[in-house]
């Protein structure tokens, strides 16, 4: 890789000192490329030539989070609007010869590959007329799409901040290379509570240290699998409850082939119970009736939940399983276990967190659905479309808000701490609505409202002076920014592609031109003829796309006259 990408860097770079590579783990591939680079005595790259490294957008979603705003092609100055993707995309062509490639020999198969892409090289040529005629039109569009959404979070954002959000940009981009993490001013900068996975983490690592006995090794494993039981319990309800009993048959086999799943899970986790819990537990005990309180999606009583769903009492989403938090602090002191108690605690604060810190991002993301979105909709066909991503967003912030009141109950049940109580309080289904303090802080008649006490717990937004709301519509008015910018950046480059296009077709008419006269000077009258029909084919393509380009570029000049 190295070697192929240093002679790519030494072939007509003449004037050049820029260059953007895409490769699937650019985010550790180009950390340390100089270093090899200047090590090797086979290696050699221009001093000059600043490489930004890129990560395709089918690939970069399958890494970390912070890798997104890193490396994706959306956030890279001067490329437009590109996926990064080169191989991908030619598969389509090659499933087209697969079935008969199996059976060839190695060098049949070569020939046919080469045969089938050199195909495809020359219908993209042919073609590259109408393919840059469409880019160009769906550049058009989306330069104004983009410019209207970014205008309106432009005109309602403070001009101060907007001048501190512009400074932060230019600082990110032009660090970008020496120091990919300053691209993270396109995230949401939060410092949030500890994790359920950083205290399962910190407590495997405590374990170890004070070599603690097999049986006690993976407890906060063992836990944490139970947490997730739990949540999944929970996703399974709210699915079942959405569908009611008049489901389609693809419905209920989602629901069945869940169900089964879960219940693999819970099997296996009752099972591991007996070696955690001790001899005192009996996996055949039941332990306390499992009672919910989803807010906006499950009734209370788990009868009448029955009778509205497809469901039954022994469901696996109704299944109690043996944490400590349902056996009851006292049978944990009879089975020796109650050691496990303080372990779950501590999960639990983590569960709890990470509830609260996912209803906070998705009750701004309402928020911002509705301010920049809903409001905006002046069509039916807008409208649909904005309440159907509401209702996405809601379904999410149901979700959490069911985790979350779930792990509360299950903490009172491990004896808490007053400083726990106080800090996990009970949600409620008006602390869960969208209020002008979250949607504009500035707006009137909300002297004597404030936020919900889940709005301030543990959390760090940098400084004193920064809201939730002024930080997710940081975020957005960056991303709007430069989704415009990209798509300005697209416009110029498919004008210069076909201008570029119109150039290569009259490049080669002039070459074939004179390979014409040298077959014609040698007698070679077959050749001279071929010549003299290439000659007039990419001559034909020129005056074509030619035409092409300029009857599109005077209609859209019309248009933007009118």
Known sequence: MDYALCEAAQHNMEGITRAVTFY???????????????????????????????????????????????????????????????????????????????????????????????????????????????????????????????????????????????????????????????????????????????????????????????????????????????????????????????????????????????????????????THLGEGFDADDDPDDLTLDILDDLDDDPADFSETSDTWTNSPELTVIPLPSNLGVDRCRRCMAEDLIPLEMSLREGQANDALHNLRIHLCNKAILFRTTVRQAKSQALKTRAWSQVTSVQQAVSLHASIYTKTRKQMMQLEPGQDQIQKYKPLLREQLKISTAVGDPNARGQRNESLAWFWSVEVDLGGSDHSWNEEFYRVHWLRAKSLRDRWKEELLVVESEMDWTCNFFLRKAAQWIERMGESSANRLRGHACYSGRQSRMYLLLAQDAQAAFQDLKRIQIDDSDE
């Open 24 to 274: 699937d783990i650019n985010c550790q591939y180009n950390k340390h490329l100089r270093v090899r680079v200047d090590r090797s005595r086979f290696l050699e790259m221009v001093p000059e030539l600043t490489i930004i490294p890129g990560i395709g957008l089918w690939h970069v979603h399958g890494h970390q989070d912070s890798c997104y705003v890193r490396y994706a092609s959306n956030f890279i100055e001067g490329i437009g609007r590109i996926d990064g993707e080169i191989m991908e995309t030619l598969w389509a062509r090659l499933n087209l010869i697969s079935p008969a490639a199996r059976g060839m020999s190695s060098p049949h198969r070569k020939e046919c590959l080469d045969y089938q892409m050199n195909d495809s090289n020359f219908c993209k040529m042919i073609r590259m007329k109408r393919t840059l005629c469409r880019k160009f039109k769906q550049a058009k569009n989306g330069i104004a799409e983009s410019e209207k959404a970014f205008q309106r979070l432009d005109e309602a954002a403070p001009a101060d901040s907007k001048t501190e959000w512009l400074a932060s940009e230019r600082i990110a981009q032009s660090s970008r290379i020496n120091n990919p993490a300053a691209m993270d001013v396109y995230e949401i900068n939060i410092k949030k509570a500890p994790s359920k996975k950083e205290i399962e983490l910190r407590l495997l690592e405590e374990g170890n240290a004070q070599n603690a006995a097999p049986a006690r090794r993976s407890v906060a494993t063992w836990i944490s699998m139970g947490l997730a039981i739990e949540e999944a319990q929970i996703a399974l309800l709210i699915e079942v409850r959405r569908i009611g009993r008049r489901s389609t048959e693809t419905q209920r086999l989602d629901i069945a082939r869940q169900r089964d799943r879960l219940q693999g899970q819970i099997d296996g986790f009752t099972q591991s119970a007996l």
